[in-house]
Structure formats: structure tokens, C-alpha cells
């Protein structure tokens, strides 16, 4: 068991590609970034969760940078991400509209004013800012343009970066994917209003 602040227990959760198929195999061989080292708090981990959410509801804590999947029995699985800076970022409770695997990107006339020029699309592949996998969010019938995706710049894992998507491991995006369904509940939490202190406390290390 891993020590963490308050009354919270996690276990690293055993790292597995069985979620994967031959052609994330195939892609994810030989990706066009380095491997980053990401922080041992931001792997997948298995931890307590006291929470109200049902299980099968994502919940994604912006300030501490984690995502959690809840499962039953007041367990969750917590993954590290990216987050959007405070300005860009999405709040709110929405919906799993879509889901797609290794998605095209279409850049935004935002984000082509901001970073472009880019390409109108992009295909789907390990160079690709949206990765293996894009969780589409949705209110109501209308995508909000924000993702839960993949990422090719694995080292912002755990930081507040320009995008205003939610940034994961293309592994654990894929393990996410492959756990999630369609019309899934969504909760973002606004900066300022961290689950940690309802997961029993910040980690330590």
C-alpha cells in the first residue's frame, strides 16, 4: 500500500495492455515522442473513493490532476492528466457522447488562431495531439468540444497546460476506453473545488 494524506489507500494498479488491440500495438511501437517519466501519483492506481457518484461515472479533479473512473464497493480508479489552464477549462457535469479510437484531429479556428496554421484534419495516429483514444463530452445533444484523450506529449501528465482537453496516457486512455460507455456521466470539478480532501487527502509520497 502506498502512504497517502488522511485516511486514503492506494495500490498502483498492475500496468496491462490487454485493452489493447494489434493496431494500437502496432502504433504505440514506435511513436514519434519520447517516453516520459511520469510521477508515480499519476499512474493508475486503485483508491478509495467516498464520493456520491455512481459507479461508472468519470470524474476528473482539475486541480490535483487526476481523472477517476468509479467502480463499485467505494473503490475508484484514479489516473493522472493534463489539464486546460483555469481560463480554457471545461466545468460541469456532461455526458459520453462519442467515443472514437486513434480520432482525427480538426483543429478549431481557436486553436488555429492561437498555435496554427495546422492542417483542417489531421488523421489519427501516434503523432497526433488527440492519441489513441477521444472521449467525446456531450451536454445534452451538443458536444461541448471538450475531450477526454490521449496525448503525444506524455511529460505535461499532472500540469495545467494551453489545451483545454483533458490530457492522458495513451495507455491508460485506452484502459479508460475500454471501461467506458456511451451516455456515461461526466463530472468536471471548477478550479478551487478538489475531491482530494473527499478521497482522504493529497498524496505525500
Keep these: 500500500m502506498l502512504p497517502l494524506g488522511g485516511c486514503m489507500q492506494a495500490t498502483l494498479s498492475p500496468s496491462t495492455d490487454a485493452s489493447m488491440t ?14 516520459a517519466n511520469v510521477p508515480e501519483q499519476y499512474l493508475r492506481h486503485i483508491v478509495d473513493y467516498r464520493r456520491k457518484e455512481q459507479p461508472g461515472t468519470i470524474l476528473v479533479d482539475t486541480d490535483a490532476r487526476y481523472l477517476y473512473y468509479v467502480l463499485p464497493d467505494g473503490k475508484a480508479i484514479r489516473y493522472g492528466v493534463a489539464v486546460g ?18 480520432p482525427d484531429w480538426v483543429p478549431t479556428a481557436d486553436i488555429q488562431a492561437r ?42 501528465i499532472g500540469q495545467a497546460i494551453s489545451s483545454g482537453c483533458i490530457r492522458m ?31 482522504g487527502g493529497r498524496w505525500r509520497g
Excluded at 132 to 140: C, E, H, S, T
Design 22 to 35: 494489434p493496431r494500437d500495438r502496432q502504433l504505440l511501437a514506435h511513436t514519434p515522442y519520447a517516453q
Design 85 to 102: 489552464e483555469e481560463a480554457m477549462a471545461f466545468s460541469g457535469v456532461a455526458r459520453v457522447g462519442r467515443l472514437a479510437e486513434w
Design 115 to 156: 498555435l496554427g496554421p495546422y492542417p483542417a484534419r489531421v488523421p489519427g495516429g501516434p503523432a497526433n495531439p488527440l492519441g489513441a483514444r477521444g472521449i467525446y463530452l456531450y451536454v445534452g445533444n451538443k458536444d461541448t468540444l471538450y475531450r477526454i484523450h490521449g496525448t503525444n506529449q506524455p511529460e505535461y
Design 169 to 199: 496516457r495513451n495507455e491508460d486512455v485506452i484502459d479508460l476506453y475500454d471501461r467506458v460507455k456511451l451516455g456515461s456521466t461526466v463530472v468536471v470539478l471548477p478550479p478551487g473545488q478538489s475531491a482530494q480532501a473527499e478521497t
